[in-house]
């Protein structure tokens, strides 16, 4: 019996851990269903909701993130921002900048202020430095990280230093 054109054969998922990567919703070790004619599909993806589409890589690909909000165990609520990557260098996690203006009273005036934030970055993307990310808020997953990459624009103006003022 030829199985159903939507329920792809498993196929391994990545494995770049000493211990074994595999999703929570599925069970690998499923056996062939001999009464069922619909199947569940072998890789577990969801969508996030609030407007947010969920990207190709992550409906497609092989990895294993518990912490991404479109194959893993993470919901996301809370506050929406974007801002500019300024930092790469650690394993699925990046530092986004957001810059913004402060406003002083005395002097009528504002006062340029920036807050670097640590976001988890899933493997759907694939983000560099200088191009502009949108976060979603969600549990803490670390001691610094409390938001997600949910959404990724690459970067407009090369040429713009990392510490240049840029609002959104």
Avoid: W
């Amino acid at each position: 019996m030829p199985a159903s054109k939507n329920v792809k054969d498993y196929v391994e998922c990545d494995q770049h851990e000493k211990a074994y990567q595999s999703q929570d919703a599925v069970f690998v070790a499923r056996k062939r269903a001999i009464g069922n004619k619909k199947q569940k599909p072998m890789r577990y993806v969801r969508s996030v909701g609030l407007g947010i589409k969920t990207p190709e890589a992550a409906i497609t690909g092989n990895y294993v993130d518990k912490k991404c909000p479109f194959t893993g165990n993470v919901s996301i609520r809370g506050k929406i921002l974007k801002g500019l990557v300024i930092s790469t260098k650690m394993k699925n996690t990046i530092v986004v900048r957001r810059d913004y203006l402060h406003y002083i009273s005395k002097y009528r005036r504002f006062e340029k202020r920036h807050k670097n934030i640590a976001s988890h970055c899933s493997p759907a993307f694939s983000v560099k430095e200088g191009d502009v990310v949108t976060l979603g808020e969600c549990r803490p997953l670390s001691k610094t990280v409390r938001f997600n990459v949910v959404a990724h624009e690459p970067a407009a103006n090369a040429q713009a230093g990392k510490k240049s003022f840029r609002v959104f």
